[in-house]
């Protein structure tokens, strides 16, 4: 690809994600099929629509967009999670239990465990079978020899969860400096009625501007702190909205992360929640990131100490 097309190509992305932004959906659309036009080889503008056509209601739809970018990246696992989301919004509950078990072999083959066994059981949420359950065992029982792994240990609880009673026995306590013992620092998320925020509109046209001018790190932080004054107002579905944007920026941002697990809570998507915070914790401690884990643990703390949200934990 020429560098003119290349510019082209993420001018239309952009456009994409400010209209989502903005909740201009249509635009949106228009700005995806422009740039799959110019990167027909490319999955992300395929799996971008998938994602508007869902907020639209129209799954059928979605599960178009999501094949279309499958069928350019076959293992690209967001598409996988995608098209499960659109299968089972149309009530094809196998289908996208069958779904999910492309995306569970792929994790279990990279060696993410935790995550393998997550995905096999909420394959096995959606439509029962002996293989199905067979596979969450197995997976159960190899998370039960990972030593010492907050992860591990959450994925395993949550597995037993959905297991008739086995041989494999609860993980025990988490180990010396465990998720709550190294909690340190401020809450990740402070109280949004301590806080005096701003106009969430008047960030997201911030957001917007600093995109047209090239600045990803201003438009991030816009885009976070109209995420906030979002959610300061009850407007949880807009929040989502803006950090969905701000993660098309910033896709590794640690406190992006955390905002987005609060209003998961927010909804009442408890299991979301419980997984976004495991992965983060695995991420920071594989890249030894020490302040992520710090802010992730910190807000796992924070959690515990909330009574609506004690369940919570990795």
Not at 13 to 42: F, K, Q, S, T, W
Not at 48 to 70: H, I
Not at 170 to 183: F, L, R
Not at 266 to 281: E, F, I, N, V, Y
């Amino acid at each position: 690809m020429s560098d003119d097309l290349y510019e082209g190509y993420k001018d239309a992305l952009r456009r994409g994600h400010v209209a989502a932004l903005r909740g201009r959906l249509d635009a949106a659309l228009v700005a995806y099929a422009e740039a799959a036009g110019i990167a027909p080889d490319r999955a992300l503008p395929h799996a971008s629509r998938g994602g508007v056509l869902l907020r639209l209601d129209r799954p059928a739809d979605a599960l178009g967009a999501y094949d279309a970018a499958l069928q350019r990246t076959p293992r690209d696992e967001a598409a996988l999670g995608g098209r499960a989301d659109a299968l089972a919004a149309l009530g094809r509950r196998v289908d996208a239990a069958h779904t999910l078990d492309v995306l569970a072999d792929l994790q279990e083959a990279a060696g993410r465990l935790p995550e393998a066994c997550d995905t096999a059981r909420r394959a096995l949420e959606l439509a029962e079978s002996r293989a199905r359950r067979h596979h969450v065992s197995a997976l159960a029982q190899r998370l039960r020899d990972v030593p010492a792994d907050a992860a591990a240990a959450a994925a395993l609880e949550r597995a037993l969860g959905m297991l008739e009673p086995m041989t494999v026995p609860p993980p025990g306590p988490p180990p010396a400096g465990g998720a709550h013992a190294a909690a340190t620092g401020e809450a990740a998320l402070p109280d949004a009625a301590e806080t005096e925020l701003p106009d969430g509109s008047r960030l997201g046209a911030e957001a917007e501007d600093r995109l047209d001018q090239g600045d990803a790190a201003g438009a991030r932080d816009a885009l976070v702190a109209a995420a906030t004054a979002y959610r300061a107002a009850g407007r949880v579905d807009a929040a989502l909205d803006a950090c969905y944007l701000a993660l098309a920026v910033a896709p590794a941002d640690t406190e992006l992360h955390l905002i987005l697990t609060r209003l998961y809570l927010d909804r009442g998507w408890r299991t979301p929640a419980t997984d976004k915070l495991r992965l983060l914790d695995r991420l920071a401690e594989l890249s030894a990131d020490k302040a992520a884990r710090t802010a992730v643990r910190g807000f796992i703390a924070e959690l515990a100490n909330e009574p609506d949200e004690a369940g919570v934990s990795t």
